[in-house]
């Protein structure tokens, strides 16, 4: 499998070139990715496509997008960070059950735009509608694609382009921008780290008590003449077989209740049961039910009691097991919780993290939206090193020496 990261803005090759001369940070253009399918062994089939990107060139864009889908390769594209603007178009080419992102990553969406200062001096109303036609249609186009790749709603879809703010992996998911959300592939239980291996042979281990839990379950059921839990829900029983207390088996057919006299049962003889009574049989039929030695009348809804509290008393082991599993299921989080916690008290507070946020704040957008904000008023003035590569591109640069 091939790793591809994208991690710094789409440009186009000049704008590259430029960056390099003026030793700005240089992005990617078409020809990096033209290169780099190139390179890739012919036996394979797989291209892992990271994302970290602000977005940039529309046209750059697109055409790396179609790049890699041209590759005919299986195309998985993960969010590491932040993909916005075009970054998001080049996120679409893998389906959308191979798009991914980490938990904390965040997308955004947003129309094409021009920033003012790129207009020029002087523009007519027929410069200014070709202008506003061409902005139209790359809006449509990259709107079909969401609508196509996503199985969005075209108008939710739209609004949110509008709107021109990053959204939560969570909500990126329920529009179909990605198809999964990545966990983590490592967690803290009881003072002990494990990783994801791990976590997987725990998973198997539990798996195994479960099933042996479940067979002793069934061997009980058996002993009430319950073939399986959903006939005890129901109440449906096809037949007993009742254990007698030498160790042997009576097998009485009857779907529910008690033994009765009258009862076709197996195997003939006088059968002393676990409670004290006595079921004879003859010629496969119960004859008489005799009580326990020193009781009356009313042993068989004893008997009847004494069964409906075992089958309850398996109820209400089940629910305890239910209710344990949720416990540690919990109990896990919040162990986690307090790891992440304790971490940021050891290395000294609020005062530490305060310390470490980073105070980086972007340059304006491009030509083309290279950069996405959450609000238009939030772009900075240009740097002078930006005016002067804006003349000399316009031909306007003066030498100020």
């Known amino acids: 499998m091939a790793i591809l990261k994208l991690y710094n803005d789409i440009q186009t090759e000049n704008e590259k070139n430029l960056c390099q001369w003026w030793g700005e940070v240089e992005g990617v253009c078409f020809k990096d990715i033209d290169d780099f399918v190139a390179s890739m062994d012919e036996n394979d089939d797989e291209i892992e496509l990271h994302i970290f990107c602000d977005g940039g060139s529309v046209m750059e864009g697109w055409a790396i997008y179609d790049k890699l889908r041209a590759t005919g390769k299986q195309i998985t594209s993960i969010i590491e960070g932040k993909a916005a603007s075009m970054a998001t178009v080049i996120l679409m080419a893998a389906p959308k059950e191979r798009r991914k992102a980490y938990k904390s990553a965040q997308v955004c969406v947003h ?34 694609l969401y609508v196509e790749r996503c199985g969005c709603d075209r108008e939710q879809m739209q609004a949110l382009m509008n709107e021109d703010k990053y959204i939560s992996a969570d909500e990126a998911k329920s529009l179909g921008i990605i198809g999964e959300i990545i966990a983590p592939a490592s967690a803290k239980k009881d003072g002990v780290m494990f990783n994801q291996k791990n976590q997987e042979k725990m998973a198997e281990v539990k798996d195994e008590k479960v099933e042996v839990k479940a067979s002793i379950w069934k061997k009980m059921l ?11 829900e129901s109440g449906e029983v096809k037949g ?19 033994p009765q006299v ?83 008290k050891i290395a000294g507070g609020e005062k530490a993290l305060a310390k470490l946020s980073s105070t980086y704040k972007p340059a304006a957008r491009k030509v083309e939206g290279s950069r996405a904000s959450q609000a238009a008023g939030e772009l900075e003035e240009k740097s002078p090193m930006a005016e002067e590569l804006e003349a000399r591109r316009n031909g306007t640069y003066k030498d100020k020496k």
Do not use: C, F
């Open 240 to 258: 007993m077989d009742l254990s007698t207390s030498d160790g042997g088996t009576l097998t009485v057919e009857r779907e529910e209740g008690d």
């Open 222 to 232: 058996a002993k009430l003449g319950i073939e399986s839990a959903e006939d005890l």
């Open 111 to 144: 129309n094409p735009w021009v920033p003012g200062y790129s207009l020029g001096d002087q523009m007519t109303a027929d410069d200014l509608q070709k202008a506003a036609d061409n902005l139209k249609a790359q809006q449509d186009k990259i709107l079909d």
């Open 262 to 344: 009258g009862d076709k049962a197996s195997p003939d003889g006088e059968h002393s049961m676990p409670d004290g009574s006595t079921i004879v049989v003859k010629d496969g039929v119960i004859t008489e039910i005799k009580p326990k030695e020193g009781e009356g009348g009313g042993g068989d809804e004893d008997g009847k009691d004494d069964k409906d509290a075992e089958i309850q008393a398996l109820k209400d082991e089940n629910e305890e097991l239910k209710g344990k599993l949720k416990v540690a299921e919990a109990k896990a989080k919040t162990v986690e919780e307090l790891r992440i916690l304790n971490a940021v």
